[in-house]
């Protein structure tokens, strides 16, 4: 069984319309399983074109305050990673590739072989590892590559060239740019540590000719940041990464679904806008 | 037989052993940047013979070997005690923190920060950054700012700044996420004095060499005072700096049998404890592969200890190495063991040991009821003032009439 939809694949009818493809982010299990499904549903009709889902974790060290709580509520609600893998079937039904993003040792626990192959029995596309980096441990590439799945790495402003290119070499689907230097969370500005990483990720690429896609992941929560985070005579990014600006949506509207899911829809739109307005 | 690890942190092999490095990209930079600094500085004999002299003018090391006569005597053992309690500040932490203070001076950092759980290596590099003039954050959960407002005091006193972290279980493992977030925004100036042989690489091993002058003390302490080397050497393993600063000295000799002793808290059948190698499972976290306390799903498990110090649902990969390598046995020791332990040594030396120690005392006091007229040497980490609050209402002390149990 390989897995579902490569992330390669929205990227590429992306940039097939001239633009950056839009990738949206919430933690499984938020504020419940079935509401999770439902909100990312509903980022998949308002226009996101790769979904990323959170699994929940313990001791998530890359993340904010807003991620955190999102997170915690969903721990705390009792998701299992098998309720993760639930919610990726669902979204991934609806054709849109679907990744996890998780903590390493969630899945270590669950059987890295085992979650490759169920992860691809649901649909998903593949995984982006936050704190796994390729030269860490060489189980993942392993099974991804068994049952085709998308293996996503980061690169960080931090990151050396070789250290980039060794990043970049080991990506499938594409490769996550965290261009801040700290934890997730919304930014009211632009860094200026994402161009320079994002040149030197595009120039390994170029070296390596895979035509490796470059994700974005720098605070971004409208419109207007979206199409500065793409321009091309910006940072030209091939995907903008919005989480903590959804996750704080929801958090925005507790107990109130049906408000939370139209706030969703409406942000949804306003970045899907932002991504086509940079050409 | 090696025990040390690779040039990558792994000990034992890669992948199937322990150690390594789970961390994310943004900080791999960093740490090869520290794990490259550390290694130059080790070998240029000016930093090492700095490092000595402040250790010895400054934190009153080394600490000395002490014979427990009276003790000896009540268990029918020969009781050393290495006595890491004397040391300024009060534990074996001071060790581990100037060597890492002095690197960072050497590095150029201007400003540290560090996670704490007792408080003692909030104190300790509070300590430290007073006497290098570097800006220092302590992070501490907030059960734990509660249960050792003490030390929290000791660290204002000293300018550092302490943040209580609120998120997730507020305690040990919750102030190292913390002080990971805060490292990956101010890497750049910034150097994370990390307190235990635990972490990511270079961590596990650094810590060990700047410890390791407890071990590499007391074995030539012990072979001039005594003539011989012990039958057993003992410490109590929460992350495992101390256990690891005395063992690796006697890795080497094959007859000297080596006991780490973690904090059983109310029992390990009753899953209210910390003994994470006696439990087993194995898994990541805080970038090392080790043994973990966790559920079905890997989530992280709340420790449960009596000592804040040995709270922690991790533990320092060379000990999950030792231990599965079998060079070392480690047993867990309950609450009420070591409250025991404390009162004990207390009544016969007039020693008041910290709840951690009392837990390795109280380990090897097992240890002589099977080794009558052996050696065990015990490293006694640190002393109990800290700990005078929970003994206070532990063993209900304070009143004019008040009882410490059994002890006679």
Redesign the interface.
Known sequence: MTGGVSAATAFAAARAEGRAALMGYLPAGFPDVAGGIEALRTMVDAGCDVIEIGLPYSDPVMDGPTIQAAAQQALDGGVRTKDVLRTVEAVAATGTPTLVMTYWNPIDRYGVSRFAADLANAGGAGLITPDLTPDADPSWSQAADEHGLDKVYLVAPSSTDERISMTTAASRGFVYAAAVMGVTGARATTSELAGPLVARTKAAIATQGTGLPVGVGIGVSNGDQAAEVAARDGIGADGVIVGSAFVRTLLDHPGDTGEGLRALGRLTEDLARGVRRAQ | MTFDADERGWFGPP?TGFG???????????LDELTAAWLDAMADPSFVAEFEQILREYAGVPSPLYLAERLSDRVGARILLKREDLNHTGAHKIRNVLGQALLTRRMGKTRVIAETGAGQHGVASATAAAYFGLDCTVYMGSVDTKRQALNVARMNLLGAKVVAVD??SATL??AI?EA??DW??T??HTAYLFGTAAGPHPFPSMVREFCRGIGDEARAQCLEQYGALPDAVAACVGGGSNAIGLFTAFLDDADVEIFGFEAGGDGVETGRHAATIHAGDR?????ARTF?L?D?????IESHSISAGLDYPGVGPQHAHLADAGRATYLPVTDAEAMDAMALLARTEGIIPAIESAHALAGALRLAEERQGQTILVNLSGRGDKDMGTALEYFGLGQADAETGDVE
């Open positions: 992948t390594g490095r789970y961390m994310p990209e943004a900080l791999v930079a960093a998120s997730g493992k919750d996420n990971l977030r990956v925004a890497v750049d898994g990541v976290l805080h970038g973990v966790q079905e799903d890997g989530q992280t």
